[in-house]
C-alpha cells in the first residue's frame, strides 16, 4: 500500500470514529431522552392513581385502623394496570410477573416522594415508579403503603440496538466511500508531482550518467598536467580538451536547470503578443555564428510576415534555437535551414540526415540521442527536444516531428484547438 492510501484511510478512520462517537452520543442522549419522557408520562398516570385511591379511601366510613381489604379493593378499582400493593415488606396485591423489593427503597422520611429505576427481568427492561403513602386519621394510627407501578421500556431499548446497529452500518459504509474518494482525489492532485518527480529522477540519474565521463576525463588530464611533463603540443591538446568539456558541462548545467523549472507545477509564463518577424530577427541573431563556422544558411518561409502570437518570448526563442542548432548537428556543411511560420504553428526543417521511424517518439525524451558517437563529438546532451517538448506542452500546444532518413527533418510548434 502506498503513501497516498495510507494517508487516506487514517483521515477516513479518523472519521470513521469521530462519526461514530457523535452517533452514539446522539443515540444515548436519544435513548435517555425517552425513558425520561416515559416516566414524566407514567408518573402522572401513577399520581392520579394514588389521588383516586386516597379520595374513595377517605370517603369510606371505617373503623379503628385501616383494613388492608379495604386499602386493596380500592388498589385494584383505581390503578393502572401492572400496579403491585405493598404494607412495609407485605405484598397485598400484584398485577405483575415481578416481585418488588421494598426494602431497596430509599424513600425520604415524612415526605410523599417517587422514586423511579431501571430493571431488567429475563429479557425485559423494566422502569419501575415507587411512591410510598401514610393513611392516617386523627387519632389513629397511621398505615404506610407502598404503590408499585412497572412500565415495560423493552422497546426503547430494542431501538436504540437497531440504531447503533445501523449508524455503525451507515459509518462504516459512508467511511469506506469516502476512503476511496479520498484515494482518487489525493491521486488526482499527486499524479502531476508523481510525475514531475518521477522525469526529475530519470533527468538526474541521466545527468549523473552524462557527466561521468567527461569529469573523469577532465581529472585524468589535470592530474596529468600537474604530475607529468608534456611537450607544448601535448600540454595544448590536453588543455584544449578540458576547456571544450568545461564549456559541455556548464551548457548541460543551464539546460538542466531550463528543463527541470520548466518541469515544476507552479511553472508560469509571460503569454503576451509577438511579432513572429521580431522574433525571427532575435533567433537569428543568436545562431548567426554558428551558422557561420558551419558555412550554413538560415532562410525563412510561411506567412510569417505581419503575423502575431501569444506567446512567451524567451521560451520560445529558446524553442527554435534548440530546433535550429539540431538542424546544424543533422545537416551537412553549406546546406540550407529553414525557419517558417503560419496561423497555426512555427516550424524549423532541414535537408539533412533524418530520423529513423522507429526512433522519432524516443528523441523527445532527455539525454536520448540517435548518433550517439556523433552526439558526442558535436556536443549534443540530448536535451534540445525534451526541453522544446516542455516549452510546447505550457503554452498548451504539441510539438511535431516529420522525418525521412537522408531526406531531413521537420519538427513544429502547433497550437491546439
Not at 390 to 409: C, D, N, R, W
Request: aromatic share 8%; glycine share 4%; charged share 30%.
Amino acid at each position: 500500500m502506498d503513501m497516498i492510501k495510507k494517508i487516506a484511510l487514517t483521515a477516513s478512520a479518523m472519521l470513521f470514529v469521530l462519526a461514530q462517537v457523535f452517533s452514539f452520543y446522539v443515540i444515548f442522549t436519544g435513548h435517555k431522552q425517552k425513558i425520561e419522557l416515559v416516566a414524566s408520562c407514567e408518573e402522572k398516570i401513577l399520581s392520579k392513581g394514588i389521588s383516586d385511591v386516597s379520595s374513595k379511601i377517605y370517603k369510606l366510613k371505617y373503623e379503628n385502623k385501616m383494613q388492608d381489604y379495604v386499602m386493596t379493593y380500592c388498589f385494584r378499582e383505581s390503578m393502572p394496570e401492572h400496579s403491585a400493593l405493598y404494607k412495609g415488606t407485605e405484598e397485598l396485591y400484584n398485577a405483575t410477573p415481578y416481585d418488588f423489593d421494598t426494602e431497596k427503597l430509599k424513600f425520604e422520611k415524612d415526605v410523599s416522594s417517587m422514586i423511579s429505576r431501571q430493571e431488567k427481568v429475563g429479557n425485559q427492561y423494566l422502569l419501575v415508579l415507587a411512591v410510598k403513602e401514610d393513611f392516617h386519621r386523627e387519632g389513629k394510627q397511621s398505615q404506610a403503603y407502598v404503590f408499585f407501578y412497572a412500565v415495560d421500556i423493552t422497546y426503547i431499548y430494542r431501538e436504540s440496538r437497531a440504531l447503533v446497529i445501523r449508524e455503525i452500518l451507515i459509518s462504516f459504509f459512508a467511511s469506506l466511500t469516502m476512503a476511496v474518494l479520498l484515494v482518487i482525489l489525493i491521486k488526482k492532485i499527486t499524479r502531476p508531482l508523481q510525475a514531475v518527480n518521477e522525469t526529475q529522477r530519470q533527468l538526474i540519474g541521466s545527468m549523473s550518467h552524462e557527466l561521468k565521463t567527461p569529469l573523469t576525463a577532465i581529472k585524468g588530464y589535470s592530474e596529468t598536467l600537474l604530475n607529468v611533463k608534456l611537450s607544448r603540443e601535448q600540454e595544448e591538446k590536453a588543455l584544449d580538451y578540458i576547456n571544450r568539456e568545461s564549456a559541455r558541462l556548464s551548457r548541460l548545467s543551464e539546460k538542466m536547470m531550463e528543463l527541470t523549472r520548466l518541469y515544476e507545477p507552479e511553472s508560469g509564463i509571460l503569454l503576451q503578443k509577438v511579432s513572429i518577424e521580431t522574433l525571427f530577427t532575435t533567433v537569428e541573431e543568436n545562431v548567426k555564428h554558428r551558422l557561420e563556422e558551419n558555412h550554413m544558411i538560415l532562410e525563412r518561409e510561411g506567412t510569417y510576415k505581419d503575423l502575431e502570437k501569444e506567446l512567451d518570448a524567451d521560451l520560445m526563442t529558446s524553442f527554435l534555437i534548440n530546433l535550429i542548432n539540431n538542424s546544424i548537428m543533422a545537416s551537412e556543411p553549406g546546406s540550407t535551414i529553414f525557419m517558417g511560420a503560419d496561423r497555426q504553428s512555427l516550424w524549423v526543417r532541414d535537408q539533412g540526415c533524418g530520423i529513423p521511424s522507429r526512433e522519432v517518439d524516443k528523441v523527445r525524451k532527455a539525454f536520448y540521442r540517435v548518433d550517439k558517437s556523433r552526439s558526442r563529438k558535436s556536443g549534443n546532451m540530448g536535451l534540445g527536444l525534451a526541453l522544446c517538448e516542455q516549452i510546447a506542452a505550457i503554452h498548451h500546444a504539441e510539438m511535431k516531428i516529420e522525418s525521412e532518413v537522408l531526406k531531413g527533418t521537420k519538427i513544429s510548434w502547433i497550437e491546439r484547438g
